[in-house]
């Protein structure tokens, strides 16, 4: 089951990638059910109804479902909370030692794209960088938890993301934070879809990464330093957690940080798969001031139902 948000940017509808009554998938809408997929909707139950609805028979198909937009499979969250450095080997890189708690910063929840929408390049930026990642869904409100076991109650599901990073803004001289490198418009895509949490093993994820067609990553969430539970249950004892909230875990090795690679341009293509919850794609360019356009220009995009075969 594959929860999704399909249309336009601002326009998205609710649907269901599932399996039809001839064992192909299927496009189904969720409207009979809810109006978006949101916090409130996964708060109530609702992908708990999604299954219910589509054992009866009763969601609609979405006629030409293939053909459009994919947007992020959770409208606008109230926060995207990154993780740093949860990898050993990307810690190595970055010139880190591993964390012993983990590392924690804020992205502004205007950086969420589709996971096929053209990714601007900051006008000045010359170390813009991928980082493929597992996402984690919060399906309830999480505050102040008691123990791991019930932070593993709180998650709905989990995405593939993609966590843009510029590094020259993050990292180096008395102006670098890591706010300010990861902030950046279009910097999370998240999907194509969600998978809700019993349906995935967390904790043995293979995640990828191309950058034209070559190989970055290819890693294993079984390297997360501090599991996805743990994080859960470390972060609502600083934060509330609520419904629709995301947490995105942190990426193995093999960015650009690492030296081994150029950093991005526009123009590349950069790929990310996270196995079973689908691969994105963005295709790069350089974003200009506002007050040097009248609108953002960018590629033209992929067609969805080419974007997800190879998913």
Not at 204 to 231: C, H, K, M, W, Y
Request: hydrophobic fraction near 40%; aromatic fraction near 6%; proline fraction near 9%.
């Amino acid at each position: 089951m594959k929860i999704m948000r399909l249309g336009d940017i601002g326009k998205e509808q609710p649907a269901v990638l599932a399996r039809s009554a001839d064992g192909g998938e299927e496009y189904f809408s969720l409207l009979p059910l809810t109006g978006d997929v949101d916090g409130a909707f996964l708060a109530a139950g609702g992908l708990a109804k999604v299954r219910e609805a589509l054992d009866a028979g009763v969601l609609p198909v979405i006629e030409g479902g293939a053909g459009l937009r994919v947007g992020a499979p959770v409208a606008r969250p109230g926060a995207v909370v990154g993780i740093g450095m949860n990898y050993a080997a990307h810690a190595a890189e970055s010139g880190s030692a591993p964390p012993e708690i983990p590392v924690v910063f804020l992205k502004p929840t205007n950086t969420v794209t589709g996971p096929f929408d053209p990714a601007p390049v900051p006008p000045h930026s010359t170390q813009y960088d991928w980082e493929v990642e597992l996402g984690v869904v919060i399906g309830r409100e999480a505050s102040y938890l008691e123990s791991v076991e019930a932070a593993r109650d709180c998650i709905a599901g989990y995405v593939t993301a993609n966590d843009f990073s510029e590094r020259e803004y993050q990292i180096p001289g008395a102006a670098g934070q890591w706010t300010k490198g990861k902030s950046l418009p279009g910097s999370t895509p998240l999907g194509p879809w969600l998978v809700p949490a019993d349906g995935i093993d967390a904790g043995n994820l293979p995640l990828r990464s191309r950058v034209n067609g070559e190989p970055r990553q290819d890693s294993s969430t079984a390297g997360l330093i501090f599991d996805v539970a743990t994080l859960v249950h470390h972060c609502s004892q600083y934060m509330r957690l609520e419904p629709g909230d995301v947490i995105i875990t942190g990426t193995p090795e093999g960015v650009a940080l690492s030296g081994r690679f150029p950093y991005l341009q526009p123009g590349d293509v950069v790929e990310v798969e996270v196995e079973g919850l689908g691969r994105q794609r963005q295709e790069l360019f350089r974003a200009r001031p506002a007050s040097a356009r009248p609108a953002m220009q960018a590629p033209a995009e992929q067609a969805p139902q080419e974007q997800l075969q190879s998913s």
